[in-house]
């Protein structure tokens, strides 16, 4: 693992290149991928996400358009003119709708005009329900190149235009503009509309008008007649991979329809253009708002306008293939929460800042450089998930780290200590304990001299009580027991102890009969000094008249319990510079042990202090 991870830990701050810390390189790298992997789980396909990338998107026009403002090219349309319905046309014509006789032989007179200047076809985006006109019949009959546009429902028969317009058209197709939940028209409207041949003529599965888009009968149209068009891969993308418009601001020809009925016009300047015929005057489906990227609210004729030029234009912005980019969301998620669980915090912001400034930017000049749209608002979240769990990651980990040394440093200062008490105790026998015997005997020598005198016989019996309390004290620092009988006789030797010298009835209770268990020396001594603790405390506070003590190995645990019946422990009142409790949770963390206090069953006060740690079993072997 080490060699493997070479390359990477060259790369990283020197504080991460500590002895001992392989482990934790490893663990955070791990921890950290499957963050990141979670983060795209949980946001790839997030609504909310998806409507920030729509509203991105936006951002991503305007910014385009900004930029495009300052080298400034010819913005003038070559292909396509627009003849407008508008307020004023509506007011000098009297016409309000083309759904009379009377309105629509002034549509024709118009478009009689139009025709006159040999327009490759002209598009009549107006509402021709209701009566028909033989003399606007008989014009688009005559120049055969006139397309017709739907709108509405067309399941009822009273939403369309007379089938004598339909029939003597060129072409028709539904007059529908893809908008989003927001209102805003970006999405190019073709290849969406087909009939089920399975299902006799109705309508598809999905819903769909069984006519093209009125953006799709131009442009087929127009590659009939020219020869020449977009690519026919245009019309066969997937159905979620959608294709937006460029929006360039170009600068359509645009007149009013008024207009085009004056003795002195010039119909010259529809020569070989698409002629749109549209309303301006207001929005036909009055319960939708639509709008481009620059516009709170445009007409239809100016969006399908838009639409149109983008496909002759070739300008046509591909959307990125979802399959695709969830896997790379899932790769770059996985390696951000990786780095980011490794890297300190100011170089992890430092990486998030940079990493998501150069996707907002790398997807800009996709945008408008190669017409692609990249997703951003998708990796902008998982790169902030990713940024939070890996921060979490590191934090948890780092502190796991520095309680390791802690318990580790812990550890050592307890053996260093355990040490030098072993060495006092073994100065206070071989040095000490010498000396106040030799003195001892100085006394026995006196007081058979001095045979009228009580001192030196005073003396001999406190060399005695001192030799006596010297060898206490030698054992207290380092239990010579524990080597010399084991260590479950040493613990029944403490008991011993605790009733010889304070009277308190003392039992030992052994739960399984095993004279020693498998553990270390270090263990053994640290339970052994809990132990001793916990009795001296029941001499010191509890006033207790009996003491118990419970030990057994059940299930790969040893379990030791000492129980007294005196007046409990009150965890308010003890101070804070008491070290006996402490010391015991230290001792217990040491070593893997659990520890508590609590309210024994078997007498009304008192208190029971229950010790648990795992050992290992000593296998058996059978007798041949």
Known sequence: MRLSLAPVKRLLPAGLKVHGRDGLLFQRLFWGAMA?????????????????????????????????????????????????????????????????????????????????????????????????NLELINVIKKYRNVIVALFGSLEGSTELPAADFLSHAASYGYDELIHEPNGLVCRLPINYRGIDSSNEGNFSAEGLAPVPSLTEAVINYYRRVKGVGPPSQFFSVPSDQPLYMSYRRIDYPTISLRDTMQPDFDPAQFRDRIVIIGSTFTQRHNDVKKKSPFQESIPDIDLHADAISTLLNDDVIYSFPKNISHHLLLLIGAAFGAVASILPLGMRTAAYLFTSMTLVVVAQLAFQVFHLALPTASPLAVLTLGFSLGTFIYLDTDLRQRNRELAQARESMQVRAEEERQRIAEDLHDETLPALSSVARMADRLAHELEDNPVPTLMREKLDHAVVEMRRVINDLHPSVLETMGFKPAIENLVAICARETGIESNFEDGDGRSDYNMTNFTKLQLYRIVQESLNNVQKHSAASIVELNIREHEGYLFIVVTDNGKGINFKAIRKDAHGLLNVRQRAQLIGALVEWKKPEKYPTGTELRLKIPVVETPTTGEA
């Open 36 to 132: 990141g992997c979670l983060a795209t789980l949980l946001l790839a396909e997030s609504p909310i996400l998806e409507s920030m990338e729509l509203n991105m998107l936006e951002w991503r026009y305007k910014v385009a358009d900004r930029i495009a403002s300052i080298f400034p090219k010819p913005k003038k349309s070559q292909d396509i003119s627009l003849v407008n319905f508008d307020d004023l046309s509506q007011f000098d014509l009297g016409i309000a709708r083309f759904n009379d006789q009377a309105s629509q032989q002034k549509l024709a007179n118009a478009l009689e005009v139009i025709e006159s200047g040999q327009p490759t076809m002209v598009v009549i985006d107006l509402d021709l329900r209701g009566a028909t």
